[in-house]
């Protein structure tokens, strides 16, 4: 089943849902006048929601290796690339959101903005780091710059995520249990990491070319 190619459609539908959740009361704001759900601010409901959406796909598809590793699930690898790109779809949201709605595309804003506010200036961190992740992330890409230097490059993901955790951790006013319990769940999946790291030394030896064809199936980074 996860060899298939419809499992991988599926998926694509899934990781869509959130998006059309937060289409959804817009359309009906257009069509009925009505959408309490948006609240008394829609620029502050499509930015929590696509915030929160980034950093739950960042974490999941830092969940693929250990699940594939636990389960002995080689097949898993196959969905890493679309769930971080999924992670990228949403931040560019979340972004341009802020950019659009909130800057009404004043560069100059927009930098006043990341210099006054550390959280802002995380969450910028964050997005540049998944930036060439996301450019990068095609077979063609792995070939061109040879897979240890782009498999190391992909390491950024971890990076990014950590900057999303204490982006929204400098971001919440009082109550920190969420920022917090992401926090947590990226520390089990690095320490895992870590762990499995100190555990095979030989995996640290250059990949052999031949696995450098794919970032479907290629060893991407752990
Ligand atoms: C890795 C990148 C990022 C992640 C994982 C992320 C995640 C989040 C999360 C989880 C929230 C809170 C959602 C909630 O309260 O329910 C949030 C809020 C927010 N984010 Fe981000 N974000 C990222 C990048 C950015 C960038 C690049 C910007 C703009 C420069 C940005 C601007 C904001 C703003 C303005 C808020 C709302 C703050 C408030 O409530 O006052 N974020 N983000």
């Known amino acids: 089943m996860l060899g298939s190619r419809w499992t991988k459609v599926v998926l694509f539908a899934v990781c869509l849902v959130p998006f059309l959740l937060l289409l959804w009361p817009f359309w009906k704001l257009v069509t009925t006048g009505y959408a309490p759900e948006l609240g008394a601010n829609p620029v502050e409901y499509i930015t929590h929601d696509t915030g929160t959406w980034t950093i739950r796909f960042l974490l999941i598809t830092l969940c693929i290796t250990p699940l594939r590793k636990i389960f002995n699930q080689p ?31 004043s560069l100059s804003d927009m ?66 249990r969420l920022p917090l319990m992401y926090g947590a769940i990226l520390a089990v999946l690095m320490l895992y990491r870590v762990f499995m790291w100190k555990q095979a030394p030989a995996r640290r030896a250059p990949a052999p070319r031949a696995a450098a064809t794919s970032p479907n199936t290629a060893s991407l980074p752990d």
């Open 75 to 105: 097949k898993l690898t196959r969905y890493r690339r679309m769930l971080g790109l999924f992670a990228f779809f949403y931040v560019c949201l979340h972004f341009m959101t802020w950019f659009i709605l909130d800057k009404s595309f």
């Open 111 to 176: 930098w006043a903005d990341v210099l006054k506010r550390r959280f802002i200036t995380m969450g910028m961190l964050g997005f540049a780091m998944l930036l060439p992740l996301a450019i990068t992330s095609t077979a063609g890409w792995v070939r061109r710059m040879g897979f240890a230097k782009w498999q190391r490059l992909h390491r950024l993901i971890y990076f990014a995520a950590l900057a999303g955790v204490i982006h929204y951790y400098w971001l919440v006013k009082s109550d920190v």
